[in-house]
């Protein structure tokens, strides 16, 4: 196949196959650097490295995360999950993508970061923009995103807590800004999405599946397995590429080149017949059976599992208590997938449930003292400068978060430009695993921008 016009690639369609690129370092690299003179590195992407700086930059993110217990995580899940059904719970109606599924990993994975929850949504609407069809907004979006985590380890570095970004930046092995600012969006940029669908994924299976429902609210069908059988039937990401033959060699039959890079086809790997068997989906089959391949497998395997395998339980478990008499209301053919080769998931699941009479809960007040640049009271007329001068109160300096927090409006656009201290050095935005987007000058190695949304 053609990765794109006039530059060829491979898709791994069996599971054996996929399974032992992802697990081969010897034969197969993630580093896109040695295949062209061109291909300009990605500076602290975990993802686009191997071995010893591979894992200098992947230790960081894995112990980070896992400073972050269920007592921690599954209150901050709650809390937003229910804000989010708050919205829609008097109306009795609700899309589960649109107002659930898509901005509830966005505002968790903010306050895990450390950050209030008016920085949440800027996050969320900043990631719908750019899951979008417009590529106008979009291009708008991807500046902002990185003045996002430009702004965030610049925080945490002045002013650090309990959180992720913090315990990031204090990880021995030093990483710089330019480096933690690349892992905090690796985090973005291969979690959300794929949260987004898992979630919307078993959701629709769910209320589609009434068999499905009764097993997993009667405690037969336990949510570990549940989202097995979602990953082996329904994934959020079908194709994800990422790997680049180190030498000639000849693999599965095939001859493969040198530096030919290589995509991983989850959906196809997971309905091979020498691991689906003849019962295809058949739910005894593969509830529970955690050999499925959308985790990863080897020194690159998802340093996130157990965190998201928790957010999406939480997720479920909230939105079925709170929502009540769950109905999908779709067509004869069934909601409407989003159009993407690498991201599967659904654009809208629109259903009804029982009125909760609840209205959105009130937030309590934030307590972000860099905010109050934005509404700051005004100083009473001095009197005795001469003596008060020493003790006047200096005023505020908003900092690089504050001023872009300042300039967004939801579903608009920024009121002001993006700083140039935000803006991508080579004017093009370079994904994690070494290839660009649209509108980079790298030669024929530019797949769809959605393919990176993993």
């Not at 686009?48 to 700086?53: K, M, V, Y």
């Not at 949440?120 to 996002?148: E, S």
């Not at 196809?268 to 003849?278: K, Y």
Request: hydrophobic letters at 40%; proline letters at 9%; glycine letters at 10%.
């Amino acid at each position: 196949m053609e990765v794109t016009p006039g530059v060829p690639g491979w898709l791994l369609l069996g599971y054996k196959e996929n399974l032992r690129v992802l697990r081969d370092q010897t034969h197969f690299s993630a580093d896109p650097r040695p295949w062209g003179d061109d291909a300009a590195p990605v500076r602290g992407a975990a993802l686009a490295r191997d071995g010893d700086d591979h894992q200098r930059l992947r230790l960081p993110i894995v112990e980070a995360l896992a400073s972050v217990g269920t007592p921690h995580l599954v209150p901050v899940v709650e809390r937003v999950a229910v804000r989010l059904i708050g919205r829609v719970g008097a109306k009795g109606a609700a899309d589960l993508v649109g107002q659930y599924a898509a901005p509830l990993p966005a505002l968790v994975l903010n306050e895990l970061l450390g950050l209030p929850d008016s920085y949440g949504h800027l996050l969320a609407d900043l990631t719908d923009r750019l899951r979008g069809d417009d590529a106008r907004r979009a291009a708008t979006a991807a500046p902002a995103v990185r003045a996002y985590f430009l702004g965030l380890v610049a925080r945490k570095r002045a002013a650090p807590g309990r959180d992720v970004t913090s315990a990031l930046l204090e990880h021995p092995h030093g990483l710089t800004d330019d480096e933690a600012v690349e892992a905090l969006r690796l985090l973005w940029a291969t979690g959300l999405e794929p949260t987004t669908h898992l979630i919307g994924n078993a959701l629709r299976l769910l209320v589609e599946d009434r068999r499905v429902w009764t097993a997993y609210l009667g405690g037969t069908l336990t949510p570990e397995d549940l989202l097995d059988y979602v990953m082996w039937t329904d994934p959020p990401v079908r194709v994800l590429a990422g790997r680049y033959a180190r030498t000639d060699l000849r693999f599965s039959g095939t001859r493969i080149r040198r530096g030919d890079p290589l995509l991983f086809a989850f959906g196809a790997a997971h309905s091979d017949p020498s691991v689906a068997g003849d019962s295809g989906t058949a739910m005894d089959q593969l509830a529970g059976n955690r050999a499925h391949l959308s985790w990863g497998a080897g020194a690159h395997r998802c340093p996130a599992t157990s965190l998201t395998q928790e957010l999406v339980r939480t997720a479920l478990d909230t939105a079925l208590d709170r929502m009540r008499d769950m109905v999908a209301v779709v067509g004869p053919a069934g909601p409407r997938r989003r159009a993407s080769p690498g991201a599967h998931g659904l654009e809208e699941l629109p259903v009804r449930f029982t009125p909760t009479g609840e209205s959105e809960p009130v937030a309590a007040a934030e307590p972000d003292v860099r905010g109050a640049s934005r509404r700051r009271k005004r100083r009473p007329a001095a009197r005795g400068a001469r003596y008060q001068a020493p003790f006047a109160e200096k005023p505020h300096e908003p900092d690089p978060l504050e001023r872009l927090l300042e300039t967004w409006t939801p579903g608009a656009e920024p009121r002001e430009p993006i700083p140039p201290w935000a803006q991508p050095a080579s004017g093009s935005t370079t994904t994690s695993s070494g290839w660009t987007l649209p509108g980079s000058s790298r030669r024929g190695c530019s797949p769809p921008r959605r393919w990176w949304s993993k």
